[in-house]
């Protein structure tokens, strides 16, 4: 990177970036597994939980809307591969779970998106990833200082 960049040569890399990581990311899945990114994060949210997690703090964890969350689950439930399940103290609140068939494919197909993931970074340093991650920390902060609400 030249001394030339701007601010905005920065912005439009991080925004190109994402979509190029999500069709490297779908293209490294087994192609029977139609999974895109953020169904691949919401059954990694799930396996790693090992208990069912309101939609609230699905949410929240994968920074997402509640809405998008609901259209998340409701695919992955037409799949089989989690269920909702009534809060046993919160008549408001619905849990999510693995289904039975999503407890036998999803820690597969997470640690095949783990896999998959740690041969993209492992093109970086220890040091470059340390780097990154304090860059990242950075922009995360001052964006969540300055973002409304």
Sequence with gaps: MSRDTTDLDLTRRLVAFFPQWGRWMRANLP???DLTASRTR?????VEAKEPLPMTVLSQHLCMTKRNVTALVDRLEQEALVQR???PTDRRSTLIQLSTQGQ???PQLVAEHQRAV????ATLSAEERHQLERILDKIEA???EHNPR
């Design 142 to 144: 001052f964006l969540t």
């Design 42 to 46: 919401m059954l990694g949210a799930l």
């Design 104 to 106: 036998q494919v999803a």
């Design 118 to 121: 740690a041969r993209a970074f």
């Design 31 to 33: 192609d029977d597994a």
């Design 85 to 87: 399940i009534a809060h």
